[in-house]
Structures are given as structure tokens and as C-alpha cells.
């Protein structure tokens, strides 16, 4: 079965936190401080990047690529 994603309208994304247990997304924007926005750059957090919701919440933590990425409210 393929994973469960939430319909997407491009024209109006969700914020990452908005995600719930199990579903997908696809990143289409990172905002912030250009230091965080580079680190998860290197993370592989980037536009196109696609991304599992783990565990919602804060910290939220994320399946990204083989990794898992915890991330603070603040920085969402």
C-alpha cells in the first residue's frame, strides 16, 4: 500500500506541525533564520524533500531520507 499523504493544494501548504502521525508531506518551503534554514538544508530538509511524520508535538520528530530529525515548535 502507498503511504498515507494529506491532499495537497500547492497554493495554500500546511505547516509541518499540522501533519499527524504516520502521514506524509512534501516540503515545499523552509522559513526562518538563515543559520537553521541552512542546517536543515544539509539535513536534506529542503523544497521537494519528502517527509514522516513521527511523533507530533513539541519537539516533533520527523523520518527524513534514513534519518530522523527532531524539531522544536520554535523552528517550525
Known amino acids: 500500500p502507498s503511504p498515507r499523504c494529506p491532499a495537497v493544494n500547492p497554493d495554500h501548504p500546511i505547516p509541518l ?3 499527524r502521525h ?3 508531506g512534501e516540503v515545499t ?3 526562518g533564520e ?3 534554514v541552512g542546517r536543515l ?3 536534506g530538509m529542503r523544497a521537494g524533500s519528502r517527509v514522516r511524520m513521527l511523533r507530533g508535538g513539541c519537539p516533533c520528530l520527523v523520518a527524513l531520507g534514513g534519518s530522523r530529525i527532531s524539531i522544536r515548535c520554535d523552528t517550525v
Open 29 to 31: 518551503d523552509v522559513e
Open 22 to 24: 504516520g502521514e506524509w
Open 34 to 36: 538563515a543559520a537553521w
Open 17 to 19: 506541525d499540522s501533519l
Open 41 to 43: 538544508g544539509e539535513l
